[in-house]
């Protein structure tokens, strides 16, 4: 095995070329107000099929109420721990929706965490207005699987953490000095159109991907 | 053409369904990638964008897989290194033993499919899913992908309906798209839980940090590498670039040319297994990288650009030969022009090296490639590499193409043009006996008519018109 990481390495050693020093990289970004950048952000995320509310610090939990309750939705996966999950805990007794805090390992509750939830509610690092994307680095608190197996995903995005483009957000929040495990960008609900090129939504991820900004 | 070959390709041509399906297919998918370019002068700044990063990380490929290497071994991911689809699968098999898996699920991976990942480790007794339902649906059919980004590309509706209908009698029968998603998501989910271990393809490999990066729309990537406890990686040596920097402009080239999606749902980026106190994820990540002839392409300085590949697709959405003949005719793992320039260098020329002849030097993939690889300057070289004698070349089975009767021609053309007297002569009698050329020119005159010489040649119509040789 390392034989051939040798063998490989070496072959491509004999190959001397100039070494690339002539690549000028930037960082491409647009001078959009933080208004222009919700509003492209929601447009194209509305062009993928993702619901976009903008609500408020005061709001937001009897939105995501109301929301969720339209949704036919019974329970919500959360993060206990994180400041909007203590918020939730306040105020969501009366609403007849049950809040599951995702606090084991997956392993000790796979089944009920594919069978169960209907729903579930994450933060996020931020959001790109470019493509419509949330950036989420999932943590111990709001594990990756959070926002991938219930079937409606709901994401909460203070309006002034969204980015012009993938490579302003890349080098503003400095991702180099410190990667998580598992960093995404998410922009829509689940989809494919593997079968005759007909759109269809909600593959294997959520149906439903629910985005609630606050300004 | 080789008997295979030429018996694919009248094959392929003989199905009128599917050369309407495909052409459908290929006019809404160029639609689609232009939509999403509206500014010509911004797209090509991209693509020279595109070409020059991934030049750079070329340029310092062996560096950068050392540094890449470093990074994952800090990360916690073991690098696996294998030279042949052999020693990969079975790299592959010996983690999956280790680990005593039973049942594995894979996202969408071309080098898989190179490798034969599945039908070698089926036949060691693992069963292996795959979950991209493009990818599902062609393993239910027992069938190959025919296209290296939508692998069902090829199948109907209909034909998806029946497939599902044989498969899974208990589900009634429905050719509704919607419906059938659904059936595949309720199969699939269970296999999600029930996997033991997880494999996928690998986009792009960040040298300076030591990430994975996944594009897909699905989600079924992210259930390969989340939910199983183990999860093994499996992509080309040649994937690297060097910086983080390097990747939102690529991801950008990549979902546009590919499908004309600004961006896909998700990307997934990949920096190790869980780590303590995190709830999810797998223990164990393995990345296994493949040279399987590349090293070998990386050696010739013109036949490089072919690594810079970033399989986005648009040149085989864009060639006129796969939209007729779809991309089982090829008879190769990556079927279009990236394909018929990869498969010769990476298979040898005695055995593909048609491939690069089968083309009609159009332009149209070297104009949309995101990354600017000049295809069919590319496909003329391996022309030539397939009839060189001098034995200097890089690629497998130089030389192995040329045949006695065509260089015998090529001779005699050549010795008549450097002989200006003979030269005329020679087209004087064509002119004169012009009527006794046959008009059945085999094939050729099944659905043309036979080219017919002109009475004078041109030299004299032209002198008639008061032309000199200057
Ligand atoms: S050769 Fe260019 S156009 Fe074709 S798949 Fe590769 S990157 Fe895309």
Not at chain 1, 67 to 89: D, E, F, M, R, T
Not at chain 2, 303 to 318: D, S
Request: a negative charge; hydrophobic letters at 40%.
């Amino acid at each position: 095995m390392n034989e051939s990481r040798q063998k490989i390495l070496d072959r491509l050693r004999t190959v001397s070329r100039e070494e690339g020093g002539w690549l000028q990289r930037r960082v491409d970004k647009r001078a959009w107000s933080e208004e222009e950048k919700v509003q492209r952000f929601a447009e194209c995320m509305s062009a993928v099929r993702a619901e976009v509310y903008r609500t408020s610090e005061v709001s937001w939990v009897k939105d995501l109420q109301r929301i969720l309750k339209s949704k036919g939705a019974h329970n919500l996966l959360y993060a206990p721990v994180k400041p909007h999950g203590k918020l939730l805990l306040e105020d969501f007794s009366s609403s007849g929706i049950e809040l599951l805090p995702y606090d084991l390992e997956v392993e000790r509750w796979k089944r009920r965490l594919f069978e169960e939830m209907d729903a579930s509610i994450t933060g996020c690092r931020g959001a790109i207005a470019e493509t419509g994307s949330l950036i989420l680095w999932p943590d111990e608190e709001e594990p990756r699987l959070l926002s991938l197996i219930p079937p409606i995903h709901c994401v909460l995005l203070p309006a002034e953490q969204i980015y012009s483009t993938f490579s302003e957000a890349v080098d503003i929040q400095g991702w180099v000095e410190g990667m998580p495990t598992n960093a995404l960008l998410i922009s829509g609900p689940s989809k494919s159109a593997d079968i005759a090129q007909v759109l269809a939504y909600g593959v294997h991820g959520p149906k439903s991907l629910v985005v609630l900004i606050i300004p | 053409m080789s008997g295979e070959f030429h018996d694919s390709v009248v094959k392929a041509l003989g199905d009128d369904a599917l050369r309407q399906h495909l052409r459908r297919a290929m006019d809404s998918l160029i639609e689609k990638r232009l939509a999403v370019f509206p500014d010509q002068d911004a797209l090509q700044a991209l693509r020279r964008y595109g070409m020059a990063i991934r030049g750079n990380a070329l340029s310092k490929l062996p560096q950068l897989l050392e540094r890449f290497e470093a990074r994952c071994e800090e990360n916690g991911v073991h690098v696996h290194w294998a030279e042949t689809t052999d020693e990969a699968n079975k790299i592959v098999f010996e983690i999956l033993q280790s680990n005593d898996v039973k049942r594995l699920v894979k996202g969408k991976s071309m080098v898989s499919e190179e490798m034969g990942l599945n039908h070698f480790l089926e036949d060691k007794g693992i069963e292996c899913l795959e979950s991209d339902l493009g990818e599902f649906i062609i393993q239910l059919a027992g069938e190959t992908p025919s296209h290296i980004v939508m692998p069902a590309l090829h199948k109907s509706k209909q034909e998806i309906a029946e497939l599902f209908h044989e498969k899974f009698p208990d589900i009634p029968y429905s050719d509704d798209v919607d419906e059938l998603t659904a059936v595949a998501r309720g199969i699939l989910r269970e296999k999600f839980m029930q996997a033991d271990a997880g494999i996928s393809g690998v986009n792009f490999l960040i040298a300076e940090t030591g990430t994975l990066c996944l594009v897909e729309n699905e989600g079924n990537g992210r259930m390969s590498t989340t939910v199983p406890r183990l999860h093994i990686a499996v992509t080309g040596i040649e994937k690297v670039v060097e910086k983080l920097a390097d990747v939102p402009p690529l991801l950008s080239l990549l979902t546009r040319s590919a499908t004309g999606q600004p961006i896909t749902t998700y990307f997934n980026m990949i920096k190790g297994p869980r780590q303590p106190g995190e709830k999810d994820g797998p223990q164990e990540v393995h990345l296994v990288l493949l040279d399987n002839g590349r090293s070998r392409i990386f050696a010739d300085e013109e036949l490089q650009a072919t690594l810079r590949c970033i399989r986005c697709g648009a040149c085989i959405n864009h060639c006129p030969i796969y939209t007729r003949l779809g991309g089982h005719a090829y008879g190769t793992v990556y079927p279009g022009p990236i394909g018929s320039i990869l498969e010769p260098q990476k298979e040898g020329l005695e055995r593909l090296g048609e491939l690069a002849e089968a083309s009609t030097l159009c332009g149209a993939c070297g104009e949309v490639c995101p990354v600017r690889i000049p295809i069919p300057k590319l496909l003329n070289r391996l022309r030539w590499e397939g009839v060189r004698q001098d034995g200097t070349g890089e690629t497998s089975g130089q030389g192995r193409r040329r045949k006695h009767s065509e260089s015998l021609a090529w001779k005699g053309w050549s010795s008549l043009a450097s002989r200006p007297v003979l030269y005329r002569i020679a087209v004087k009698s064509a002119c004169r006996f012009r009527r006794l050329l046959p008009q059945q020119l085999g094939p050729w005159t099944h659905v043309r008519k036979a080219p017919e010489i002109a009475e004078k040649p041109l030299r004299e119509l032209v002198e008639v018109q008061g032309f000199t040789d200057e």
